[in-house]
């Protein structure tokens, strides 16, 4: 079900604007730095809770997942793909995701959901390099990849923008994603570890 096992075709896409970035001179790691501040952008759209405003955050979750792609792709046109890059590349996206997540919470004033989705994003991520360091590859599968996570919280972000009223127990779509991310993205990290574990 992840959309991950897509990366190649979405990288494809890329050429356009992997041309432009590096004609504008930027560097990958300089593409890395400013997806974050989108992250933070969309984190504080979030935070301010209103129709329109999760609607800008949506669509800046969708641009901070095309600056994730952009940065590899520029480093590989440029011939500088490295592990630091790839290293900075993923302390980035975690710190993303945490932003992002958080801005939702803050957004409903519910921490305690936002702690149980955020602890299930990142052991998700976690299992995925871990899973690398141990000599199985990067691990991208399971129930709910990274690109999978941005584009539900895009698609939420727009669906709350015009739909406000609650939806079941009192939880409108914001607080439904972050259910579906603490229960699916434990499922998803426990899914990783047990495939992992079977190929040891």
Do not use: C
Not at 42 to 69: C, E, K, R, S
Not at 78 to 99: E, F, N, T, W
């Amino acid at each position: 079900m992840t959309l991950d096992k897509f990366r190649p075709v979405a990288e494809r896409m890329l050429t356009p604007f992997v041309t432009a970035a590096d004609s504008l001179g930027l560097s990958p790691n300089s593409v890395s730095v400013l997806s974050l501040g989108v992250a933070g952008a969309a984190a504080a759209a979030f935070v301010a809770g209103t129709p329109q405003w999760y609607a800008v955050g949506g669509l800046l979750v969708l641009l901070n997942g095309w600056l994730d792609l952009v940065d590899g792709a520029l480093a590989r046109k440029q011939g500088i793909a490295s592990d630091g890059g790839d290293l900075l590349d993923h302390v980035i996206d975690r710190y993303a995701d945490l932003i992002i997540i958080g801005g939702l919470a803050a957004g409903v004033d519910n921490f305690a959901l936002g702690f149980l989705a955020v602890t299930g994003v990142l052991m998700t991520s976690y299992l995925g390099t871990q899973i690398q360091a141990v000599g199985l590859g990067r691990a991208y599968g399971g129930l709910v990849g990274r690109a999978d996570r941005l584009v539900l919280i895009t698609v939420a972000g727009l669906v709350a923008a015009v739909y406000t009223v609650p939806i079941v127990a009192g939880y409108g779509v914001i607080e439904l994603l972050l259910v579906f991310f603490a229960v699916v993205g434990h499922l998803t990290a426990l899914q990783r570890f047990w495939g992992a574990w079977g190929d040891l």
